[in-house]
């Protein structure tokens, strides 16, 4: 795997202007978008004023881009290959970068171009001295689906704060909850999902989902309802605005009244005649404030008067089982945040911080995305670490990890701390992680191409009957632009050498859900069972620079 420097002096080379055309470049250089470059989005989320409920097939819009154009049908694929391959020095690349020439990296993008590494890029990483750094982590996205009937997924375990609130804007619930988080929500949103607000960057979201769920059913047996988006429909929209502005009567919140709680016919203008939940006279985009007491109270209104509103509603609104069959429950959603997570110098604030964020106790479902940055260090000079240290925080050491039945216990005072050719001995801990003696004090850091050649290594299986090994999960790589052989990768699984710590994380979280369940139940046999799996990897995204895990 080839590693880059970060630094390094790069003059263009006269050669490397006969790659491309610089005769297309204008004099006056102006970016097309010259806006802030760094604000978190989701690219695969549609702009509220585009979005609709009956959006046109890709098909169709194929056929109306090119069905009347006269190269309509040539096999654009064939052409591309058969055009020439140049190569382009990633040199050649930097120097665009630093001095600017945007047009002449766009006029890169009319030909096929093949990348070639200069040699002074390349970081031999099989010395001694040049080790991987798993580091830092990053939370780039979670989500909570409540347990019960509520918003209990938008509630933090604390009593006070005076610096939290939420925004109702019941206005927006016709937005399609997104496709790129389908996934994460751990069951099917097809016609269940209303948007009603939002606390800062996080979506409040409210679920209908069967009233079987609130008995313990699992979440991936909810099937879809009817409908052609991942939102409710207009009129069961209509219902659930209803209902909220219902409750918000019963709070006496703000101004809301409630004349009728099931106008009909059930219109947006009955609505606005019923209520001045989305807005005062020609207001059409009010936004409710509610703080962290207006928000319990919400919550158990939610709790207590659903089944009351639902027997009281007219027939015409139950006939589809919509309001009879389902419950609202809270979902909230935050990504892009991209937090720096598992800090080294704040590792017990930060368990506050997760213990103050939700009360576990009623959320079912759990889903987040870590991006851990992998990168190489060149070590110029090593700091040992003090040998009482590693003894006070790791007990009993191993020479070999935990997968290895034949591994002994060392006595790490009598073991030398590098071998012949100056590589550390590496030593392990009851768990079977490695447990480093020293720590670099002077570096260089080298970010790192993954080489696609090789990847299929990440996620090897089992050796078969005579000695094939072959995957054990499917990957799919997308090589960066011209490069063709460095690049990211995506699966639905695991890389096979995590496998096995994801198993003791499991156990862990298992083994202290089963020792709460103990102290209620004195059967001893559910100890004799295979745990469950309760944290399930849904997405692994290698990326050259870092690496993506979505989890539940």
Known sequence: MPIFPANGDVEMRVDDALLFDFEEEVAEEVLADEGDHDVPFDVTEVPQQLEAVDGHHQADVNV?????????????VDKFKASA????????????????????????????????????YVVNIHGANVVARVAPHYLDFVLYVGSRRGLDAALPN???DHTWSAKLKLNLGYRQW?????????????????????????????????????EGAELRRVVEMEGTGRAVSTQHRYMLTMFVAYV?????????????????????????????????FNENNREITLRLNDMRELHRQFMNLWERWVNGAPASWKRDGFLTDNSPVGVCMLYGQNQPIMVATAMEEEKRNWDRDRNYRHISHMSFSLATHLSYLDVQEWEDIPIRVIEQNNGVLFDRPDTDGNRREVDVRELELVDEEG??????NEAGYRVPRRRPREFRTCGVMLDLERVHELFKGQEEEGGEVRNGAAFYAYPLAFSRRFGNVKSASVITNFERRMERLNEGVCMEMMEGEMEDDDDEEMWHHTPPWVIIITKCKPFSGKNNAGSS
């Open 64 to 76: 109306s881009l090119y069905e009347n154009d006269g190269a309509y049908g040539q096999d654009h």
């Open 85 to 120: 391959v140049k190569a382009i020095r990633l040199s050649t690349l930097r120097y665009m970068h630093e001095n600017k020439r945007a047009m002449s990296a766009i006029s890169l993008l009319k030909r096929r171009h093949r990348l070639e590494v200069d040699g002074e």
């Open 158 to 160: 604390v009593d006070v």
């Open 178 to 214: 997104p496709e790129s988080r389908q996934g994460a929500l751990g069951f099917d949103p097809k016609g269940r999902m209303m948007y009603v607000g939002n606390r800062l960057e996080e979506q409040l979201w409210i679920a209908m989902l069967p009233n079987e769920y609130l």
């Open 248 to 280: 918000l009567d019963e709070m006496r919140h703000e101004d809301i009244a409630c004349i009728t709680p099931y106008p009909e016919p059930l219109t947006l203008e009955s609505i606005k005649e019923s209520t001045e939940i989305l807005g005062r």
């Open 423 to 428: 590589f550390e001995i590496n030593v392990y």
